[in-house]
């Protein structure tokens, strides 16, 4: 059974930081695209930044453009993760994060493209 599970979600003052990871088990996700949702209240979930595979070694990270040089994504082969490290986080930022993984090498923007997801993590930014 192949799972995904978020963790390193919290409570945070604006302009902190937080470290989300992601742990795939069941199968390796090596080779493949996986990338960060998020979800606020009363909103549709939202693409944040996927990791699409550009060699046998390396990915590319794609984001949209509220989070471009504040988060990070970043994958490691060898413990089959994912991680977003979040930096100078404000209130738009709260949200519940997913991790969500698709057996393509491409990252997309869109839920329907998406095979497996994760239960979320709960992300809270204070002003």
């Known amino acids: 059974q192949v799972q995904l599970v978020e963790s390193g979600g919290g409570w945070v003052q604006a302009g902190g930081s937080l470290r989300l990871s992601c742990a795939a088990s069941?199968?390796?996700?090596?080779?493949?695209?996986m990338a960060w949702f998020r979800q606020a209240p009363g909103k549709e979930r939202e693409f944040v930044l996927g990791?699409?595979?550009?060699?046998?070694?390396?990915?590319?990270?794609v984001g949209i453009d509220s989070v471009k040089d504040r988060f990070i994504a970043t994958r490691d082969n060898a413990k089959n993760t994912l991680s977003l490290q979040m930096d100078r986080l404000g209130p738009e930022d709260t949200a519940v994060y997913y991790c969500?993984?698709?057996?393509?090498?491409?990252?997309?923007?869109?839920?329907?493209?998406?095979?497996?997801w994760g239960q979320g993590t709960q992300v809270t930014v204070s002003s």
């Open positions: 969500a993984a698709r057996l393509q090498p491409s990252a997309t923007p869109f839920r329907r493209d998406y095979d497996y």
């Open positions: 990791t699409s595979r550009i060699d046998e070694n390396g990915y590319r990270a």
């Open positions: 069941g199968r390796s996700f090596n080779g493949y695209a």
